[in-house]
C-alpha cells in the first residue's frame, strides 16, 4: 500500500523576489509537503543553499530544469528522508522523477511542467512530452 505523500505544485512566477520566496518560504515551512513542485522559478541555478533556504530543513534533495534567461524554469525540492529519486529526465520544457517512497519502497512518476507560450514551439513542447509517457502513466518500466 502507497503512503500519503504530500504534495505541493506551485506556479511561484520567479523566486529572485524576496517577497515571492518569502511567501513560498512560508508556505513549504508551514504546510511540511513531502516534496513541491515550483513553477516558473525563473532561476538559471539552484544549489544548495538556495533549496536549503527555500525548504528550511536539511533533509533536502532538489532536481532542476534551469530557467532560459528570465524565462520557465522548474525545481523539484523534496524531504530525503521520505523520498528517494530513483531516476529522471529533465526535459526542454518538464521534469519527471521516478521515486521511491522510503517508508514502504512504493514506486511512482511525477511530472513538472512549463510549457512554452509560443505557438511555433508548442509542436516541440508535445514532442517531448509524448517521449514521457513512463511517467504519466506511471509505467515505471525502464
Same mark, same amino acid.
Do not use: E, K, Q, T
Given at each position: 500500500m502507497a503512503a500519503n505523500i504530500n504534495i505541493i505544485s506551485w506556479n511561484?512566477?520567479?523566486?529572485?523576489?524576496?517577497n515571492k520566496s518569502g511567501d513560498v518560504k512560508w508556505v513549504l515551512r508551514n504546510f511540511r509537503c513531502d516534496i513541491a513542485i515550483l513553477q516558473e522559478t525563473k532561476m538559471e541555478e539552484v544549489n544548495f543553499s538556495t533549496a536549503f533556504s527555500l525548504w528550511g530543513r536539511r533533509s533536502v534533495d532538489w532536481?532542476? #530544469?534551469?530557467?532560459?534567461?528570465?524565462? $520557465?524554469? &522548474?525545481?523539484?525540492?523534496?524531504?530525503d528522508q521520505v523520498l528517494e529519486l530513483v531516476d529522471s529526465k529533465v526535459g526542454t520544457y518538464a521534469i519527471c522523477g521516478k521515486f521511491k517512497? #522510503?517508508?514502504?519502497?512504493?514506486?511512482? $512518476?511525477? &511530472?513538472g511542467v512549463?510549457?512554452?507560450n509560443d505557438d511555433n514551439l508548442?509542436?516541440?513542447y508535445r514532442c517531448m512530452m509524448s517521449k514521457m509517457w513512463w511517467c504519466t502513466t506511471c509505467r515505471l518500466e525502464w
Open positions: 511561484v512566477r520567479g523566486l529572485n523576489c524576496p532536481l532542476v #530544469l534551469p530557467s532560459v534567461g528570465r524565462s $520557465g524554469g &522548474i525545481v523539484f525540492i523534496w524531504d517512497s #522510503l517508508n514502504d519502497d512504493f514506486l511512482w $512518476g511525477l &511530472i512549463y510549457g512554452p508548442r509542436l516541440s
